[in-house]
DNA sequence: TATGAATGAGGTTTCATTCAT
DNA sequence: AATGAATGAAACCTCATTCAT
């Protein structure tokens, strides 16, 4: 019966979030936040229990948002390269698109305010892909070696491709394909 | 100001940080490194202008520590994939050797205390390799690709390995092995 | 601010108030008691303008609860001592039946919130007992002292005497002989 | 080798905290000790390890300066009724000269702050007295009651002599007659 | 009127850095 | 130079109170 909690301004905060962490590190005041998203200081702390709260939220939030744009328009039928290919060009679409939240997302996987249980969750994404995974898995050089492994190689060699496209944005497309072509051989 | 008479004093803060890094994040307090160093709180100062001072020089410290162990017994007249194939051995084997200083090198390579001078200088211990990473440069597909993108892929692959090795170190030379080939297809 | 409608909820806010005051301390929040009374958060200041407010009431409606038990079936024919026996009889009664709300007023008592005017109005309320404060005055060693100090006193000594029949409520009835003994000696 | 603890700065605290306790309750901010006291904001807690830490130490403190200035020229060959009448005296004394202190005291007693431990040491100090408590004991009524009992009642009735003393200075050493025949009638 | 979200002042405690010894 | 007490600026979070619904 009495004003609702507004969706907009949990998500105001996760947006100016994103901004402060990036500019600011993760031992930015909550205020600044709280300030960025257009809320009162103590609001914060109606749509976030804690500020490891925030992050948590915040990280997996980051992680559904680019498991989504990966996800779209996922060629279904298509071979496993050409599958490949494309979750590679959605993936690095994403992260040149919104280098904010790339970046956050950096900074919060390292950090040590995920929880366990968060990273799990955000694993869990993956299952997503259905198929996909599976078959990737089966391919080449992957058949012998744990899948964090193989997800490991990818995710590295992506962030490695995504920091030359940023650094040399007039190329990026190109680093594109090269990332890709040298992940391609990495797993073949 | 004066310069500090004790040496091993400094290498003693700077071991102790390597640790609480790694135990307790950037932001455990500059006084239980001192203590873990075993030196009054204030001594820190003597050695270290500020934390952040701290940062940037154990940054380089463990940058010069890995490169000394890939330096040592380099096989100067080798073919390129043998002396990659060293480096590669080598920077594993390091890292498994002293996992607590792989691990502060990756917290504070992230954060946003290390400068940019001290990121210019931690690159520019690669010119120890002389004629190794020309040559490298010149290898297949990275003939056409900044150099940073080459480092990228080799440090990206290399970070993913090791993480297979730590996490399953019985089979450690065996995805020591694995990774080392899929980085040579994909510089291939 | 006009007069609520529910009185029931008025009583269950005083009711919980006692409650969290005995186990949380005045510093309790507000929101706590609204809760044990199972009212909304603001609705609290619908029927109390501050948490002061709150204390004040509440002292005073204690207050009131024991003055009534004591006055309930007052011998108005007996001896003086017949009398100052109900009254510490009763007295004593009431604070075993009911240990939160006495732990509740010693609580406040004690607490800057209680302001003089309501002190004032508490004891004001001795004065229903009529002509038997006035005999209690007038008898033994009291009679050239402040009634303040005469009641002080008795409360002292009521207080004490509660406190060991609640210490040691198997021989609750004992202690209050022996209390209400040593009081009329004292008064005496 | 550097600058030594102050016992100067935490009896200027302790101090503070007595006063401000008083004016402002127990509520009162930690800074505001420390400015009293004269000292930074932080330094407080070089002294106190927390607030709740300052209230335990501040109350034993206390109690020790009471029980100090009742063993002062305590009489130990006079007969009982003396004795009583000296501790009697000067604890009224002590608590008229020391007004802060005795309103201190009370407001911690009946706080939550104070530990069981706290508590324990405190009624240890009584040990001080030796003799007197164990003769006084076996005197009179108190003969068959708990001894926590007579503590509460000699308690009880000194507070309210003082209570009386207080509000009337000009008769205070009539009132503490008064008060004191009360007593010994009570426990005769 | 009842609700609970919104507000923002304020509190305790931490900690990098300075400074007296 | 070494020590550790002193400093005071923040930081996170709480909570009385207000206000939109």
């Known amino acids: 019966m009495a004003r ?4 907009e301004k949990r998500a105001a905060i996760l947006e100016a979030a994103t901004t402060i962490i990036v ?3 993760l031992s930015a005041p909550t205020a600044s936040i709280a300030k960025l998203a257009g809320v009162a200081n103590g ?5 976030f229990e804690t500020k490891s709260d925030l992050f948590n939220q915040l990280y997996l939030e980051l ?12 060629p279904v039928n298509a071979t496993l390269r050409d599958q490949t290919r494309h979750v590679w060009q959605a993936g690095t679409n994403f992260a040149m698109a919104s280098p904010h939240k790339r970046r956050a ?16 969750a955000a694993e869990a994404l993956a299952r997503g892909f259905g198929q996909f995974v599976t078959r ?18 990818m995710n590295a060699l992506s962030e490695a491709t995504i920091e030359a496209m940023v650094k040399d944005p007039d190329n990026a497309q190109k680093h594109c394909e090269t990332g890709f072509e040298a992940f391609w051989r990495a797993i073949s």
């Open 105 to 120: 997302m950096v900074q919060l996987a390292v950090s040590d305010e995920i929880t366990p249980q968060t990273r799990a």
């Open 43 to 47: 609001s914060f702390f109606t749509y």
């Open 136 to 153: 990737l898995r089966e391919h080449g050089s992957l058949r012998n070696v744990p899948i964090t492994f193989a997800g490991s190689i």
């Open 63 to 74: 992680k559904k948002d680019m498991a989504a744009a990966i996800m779209k328009d996922f």
């Open 4 to 7: 609702p909690r507004s969706d």
């Open 23 to 25: 500019e600011r590190g």
